[in-house]
């Protein structure tokens, strides 16, 4: 098939997994074209069958907001006629849902292409919440021809939110098993922490939903007790005042502040701990990554994670901010051996058996058929 991906290029949960996917389904044969403002992060080496057309948008001297989705819009027609696309696969309602409605009425019978909308999360739950978006995240899903969404959570709050009468299908995030593999991945770990300390790996994009804050607090509990150091993996709005936090706590020797990492695989290899205490959560990709490569997750009763971590037997989920339940937990699991390493063996095997990259995309593959013939 030829499939256009319409994704946001960013370290973002939702570009990594349509980066992901299109390089999965590439590799099965079909020819993948990336529609976005810039080359997605995962996609800078070179992969046979996918194509790259990059998004231009004007900034004119009236345009107080430059309309990349208008943009957007004209450049999908293009990529579809020019190069007889089946379907386009929007990640993110908002705006490539959106796009992708424009881009098919642009273009009339000229084509008859398929659009296929995976909602990752906050385009559901933040941004579809906001009542200047409602109406149009509500009419782009009830415009599409197939919709997905990455957990029975996210299908339920849609439902919940859109009064949405689409049938929605759920096909998890996956990851790859096989590159997320504590035994493949190298790095040295004396960079990070001594022999003796533990180490704590968070991986965000330092947005407030992700509460950072409560990372660095239970960090700092933990780090009262046993030696140990904590690796901050990525960039946002929030890593600023995360910064600071940490000095105000006295903590800027024992944490690593990392920009995003293309290889995050390799600092998983060392990790003893995976803290996620997000107050949203529509899935947690960080957490599965962590798990395929045997890492124990602490996190929060949020959302999808429950469907991804599962309470007592990949890790421990507590609710929404209680830094102290968390704390108890992540000292329980470095302190106990037998333990860890079984939270960590489990993890991975859940990894492997329910959410593998080759299980995954060929659900993927299954409905992209379905939803072509209808
Ligand atoms: O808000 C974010 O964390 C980014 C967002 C994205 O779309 O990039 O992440 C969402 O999508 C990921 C991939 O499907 C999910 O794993 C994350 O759980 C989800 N984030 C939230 O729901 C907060």
Redesign the pocket.
């Known amino acids: 098939m030829k499939i256009g991906i319409a994704c946001?290029p960013?370290h973002?949960?939702?570009?990594?997994?349509a980066t992901e996917l299109g390089i999965s389904l590439a590799k099965r044969g079909h020819e993948i074209h990336f529609i976005s403002y810039s080359l997605p992060f995962r996609l800078n080496e070179f992969h046979e069958n996918i194509f790259f057309h990059e998004v231009d948008v004007s900034a004119y001297p009236l345009f107080k907001y430059p309309p990349y989705a208008l943009s957007l819009a004209t450049r999908l027609a293009n990529v579809v006629i020019e190069r007889d696309l089946d379907i386009i696969h929007a990640?993110?309602a908002v705006p490539h849902a959106v796009s992708g409605y424009l881009a098919r009425k642009m273009l009339g019978n000229k084509s008859h292409f398929k659009i296929i909308t995976?909602l990752?999360?906050?385009?559901v739950?933040?941004v579809g919440a906001d009542p200047t978006f409602q109406p149009i995240v509500k009419f782009s899903i009830e415009e599409s021809d197939g919709v997905t969404a990455?957990s029975n959570y996210?299908k339920r709050k849609t439902i919940e939110e859109f009064e949405i009468e689409h049938d929605i299908r759920v096909i998890y995030?996956f990851v790859d098993t096989s590159r997320f593999d504590r035994s493949k991945t190298c790095c040295e770990r004396h960079h990070y922490a001594e022999d003796h300390e533990k180490i704590l790996i968070h991986v965000?994009?330092f947005?407030p939903?992700?509460r950072v804050s409560d990372v660095v607090r239970i960090f700092d509990r933990i780090h009262k007790k046993i030696p140990s150091k904590l690796v901050l993996v990525g960039e946002g709005p929030e890593r600023i005042f995360i910064r600071q936090l940490a000095k105000e706590l006295k903590l800027l020797d024992s944490i690593h502040f990392l920009c995003q990492q293309e290889y995050v695989e390799n600092l998983y290899a060392y990790a003893d701990l995976l803290l996620l205490p997000?107050?949203?959560?529509?899935?947690?990709?960080?957490a599965?990554e962590a798990m395929s490569c045997g890492v124990p997750v602490i996190g929060t009763q949020t959302?999808?994670?429950p469907e991804v971590v599962v309470h007592g037997e990949t890790g421990f989920l507590a609710p929404i901010g209680e830094i102290g339940s968390m704390t108890r937990m992540a000292l329980r699991v470095l302190t106990d051996d037998g333990l860890r390493t079984r939270l960590g063996e489990n993890a991975k095997l859940r990894a492997r058996k329910n959410f593998d990259m080759d299980l995954i995309v060929s659900q993927y593959e299954r409905f992209y058929e379905e939803i072509s013939v209808r």
């Open positions: 946001y960013t973002g949960g939702s570009g990594v997994l990640h993110y995976t990752h999360g906050t385009d739950t933040l990455v996210l995030n965000s994009n947005r939903v992700k997000s107050e949203q959560e529509s899935f947690g990709l960080a599965l959302g999808g994670l």
